[in-house]
C-alpha cells in the first residue's frame, strides 16, 4: 500500500533574461510519514536544484495506482477517476466505487490508453469517469533503502 504526499518545494530558477525568481513547484513522493516525506523529497529535488530550497507544503494524497512509463514524450502526469462497478445481489443494484490513479502520459488520449492497457488484466467492471492533466512536476515512488555491507539477520 502507497502513501502518496504531495509536496511543493520553493526554488530559484533562473530566467532567460537573467534574472532569478522564485518558483513553488509540486512533486509526488512516496513515503510512510510526513516526516520521511519530507526528507525524500529534500534528498530528491536536492541534486538537481541550484540555491535556496524550501518545502513550503506537505499534503497527503490517494492514489490507488501508478502507471509509469519509459516512454520520454510521456512528461506529464493525469490524474484519472476510475469508477468500478459491482452487482449487489442483496439489492439487485449496481454500486459503484470511485478510485484515483495517476498515469504518466504525453496528452489525454495518451493517458486513457494508457489506463486502459494498464487495465487490461483487470477482472472488475469499470468506467472511466475523469481524465485530467495534474501540475505534478516528477513523481517519486518509495524505494528502500540498501546498506551494501549490510547482511540480513538470515544470513549471519
Known amino acids: 500500500m502507497n502513501n502518496w504526499f504531495e509536496c511543493k518545494v ?15 513547484e509540486p512533486y509526488l513522493v512516496d ?8 526528507a525524500r523529497i529534500i534528498k ?4 538537481y536544484c541550484n540555491g ?3 518545502v513550503k507544503d506537505i ?13 520520454a514524450n510521456a512528461d506529464k502526469w493525469y490524474k484519472v477517476k476510475c469508477n468500478f462497478i459491482i452487482f ?21 488520449k ?7 492497457e494498464g487495465m487490461k488484466g483487470s477482472m472488475m467492471d469499470y468506467e472511466v469517469a475523469m481524465v485530467q492533466e495534474t501540475n505534478l512536476l516528477d ?10 555491507d549490510e547482511k540480513p539477520e538470515y544470513e549471519q
Open 139 to 148: 513523481v517519486f515512488p518509495y524505494e528502500p533503502l540498501v546498506v551494501a
Open 31 to 38: 513515503a510512510l510519514n510526513f516526516t520521511e516525506a519530507e
Open 44 to 47: 530528491e529535488v536536492s541534486s
Open 59 to 71: 499534503k497527503r494524497v490517494k492514489y490507488s495506482e501508478l502507471f509509469q512509463t519509459t516512454d
Open 110 to 116: 495518451d493517458a486513457l490508453k494508457r489506463f486502459e
Open 52 to 54: 535556496e530550497m524550501t
Open 88 to 108: 449487489d445481489e442483496k439489492s439487485q443494484k449496481e454500486k459503484k466505487t470511485s478510485s484515483m490513479m495517476l498515469v504518466q502520459a504525453s496528452s489525454v
Open 10 to 24: 520553493q526554488t530559484q530558477k533562473q530566467l532567460d533574461s537573467g534574472k532569478i525568481q522564485k518558483t513553488v
